[in-house]
């Protein structure tokens, strides 16, 4: 009976300890965090805390797809109503960042699971993957992000606090060669960096207590509006086929409309320019029914010295040839 009590005791604490998670080994955070160390830190914190829930991640990603007309505070607001973690619904923000987390399940959720079991060590290895970056130049302010030392920790901020630039870094090239051989990061695929504008998203200036304090990760809150947006659309929802319209060779009200606006306007600015002056020029007179004889002058008389010389020539001018 003893024999049967004791190896019913062992297989309890076996089975306890089977179902104990294995902590993750430094190889492993560096690995699983190498894609997004470098982010700026408030977009590091929603992720971080993000990861702990999956299954809303997954849900927030099939809504963005369906919406991709959305981002920054737009796509805030409009996914407030589906009552999802406040750092997941900050998440609808980064499209291309949503997009990325969910194209791996198995990484989200190990970076889940290592954020809630493991956050000191998630933490230390954050900084310690960006001392790697600094190290290499690739991790420097400019004109989109702060980057800075507080005490000894390294801060990543944006430039304006409103807007953000998620950049795109290749693990292997912006750390430097590779110190774990057997453990490769993990990829992204790459995306093209947008402005994404976060005025609605707000953190809690109460700094959360770590073994070594971070000063970036604080809790997250979104100021909820009070209705969506109208031009969202449940993610679950299939997107409507657009109706084919042809034309009929009339203008639409809209082109009337602009057409008129133009008109008026033009009418309105146009440079008032005097009327040319026309001079009126008298009327011609009448003639008469009879013209008037034209007068007929007599030839002028010869002056008196061209007279006398003509006649000492032997002739003159009205005389014959003589025979």
Do not use: C
């Not at 947008?194 to 970036?216: A, E, G, K, L, N």
């Amino acid at each position: 009976m003893k024999k049967l009590l004791v190896s019913l005791a062992l297989l309890l604490a076996a089975g306890a300890a089977a179902a104990q998670p294995r902590p993750y080994s430094q190889p492993e955070l560096d690995s699983l965090l190498a894609p997004i160390a470098l982010h700026p830190d408030a977009l590091l914190n929603n992720i971080l805390a993000a990861s702990a829930f999956p299954q809303q991640v997954q849900d927030a990603a099939q809504w963005s797809r369906a919406n991709p007309q959305l981002s920054g505070d737009a796509a805030v607001q409009a996914a407030t109503p589906y009552n999802w973690q406040p750092p997941v619904t900050a998440l609808v923000a980064y499209p291309d960042v949503l997009a990325r987390m969910v194209e791996s399940p198995q990484w989200l959720r190990d970076l889940g699971e290592a954020w809630r079991l493991q956050e000191p060590h998630v933490l230390d290895t954050v900084q310690g993957l960006r001392r790697r970056a600094e190290a290499s130049g690739n991790l420097k302010s400019d004109e989109y992000q702060n980057v800075y030392r507080q005490d000894d920790v390294i801060v990543v901020q944006p430039a304006y606090r409103e807007v953000v630039y998620v950049r795109y870094y290749d693990p292997l090239v912006v750390y430097g060669p590779w110190w774990w051989p057997a453990y490769r990061p993990v990829f992204w695929r790459p995306w093209i960096v947008r402005p994404v504008h976060t005025v609605w998203v707000r953190y809690d200036p109460r700094p959360r207590y770590y073994p070594r304090p971070v000063h970036q990760h604080k809790p997250v809150h979104v100021h909820k509006p009070a209705q969506p947006q109208p031009h969202a659309r449940p993610f679950n929802q299939a997107r409507p086929q657009p109706q084919q319209r042809t034309w009929n060779g009339t203008p639409s009200p809209a082109a009337r409309l602009q057409a008129e606006n133009t008109a008026r306007f033009v009418q309105q600015h146009r440079p008032q320019v005097a009327a040319p002056q026309v001079r009126q020029m008298p009327a011609p007179a009448a003639y008469s029914q009879q013209r008037p004889a034209p007068q007929v002058s007599s030839p002028p008389r010869a002056a008196p010295r061209f007279q006398a010389q003509q006649e000492r020539r032997g002739g003159h001018a009205g005389r014959g040839v003589r025979g």
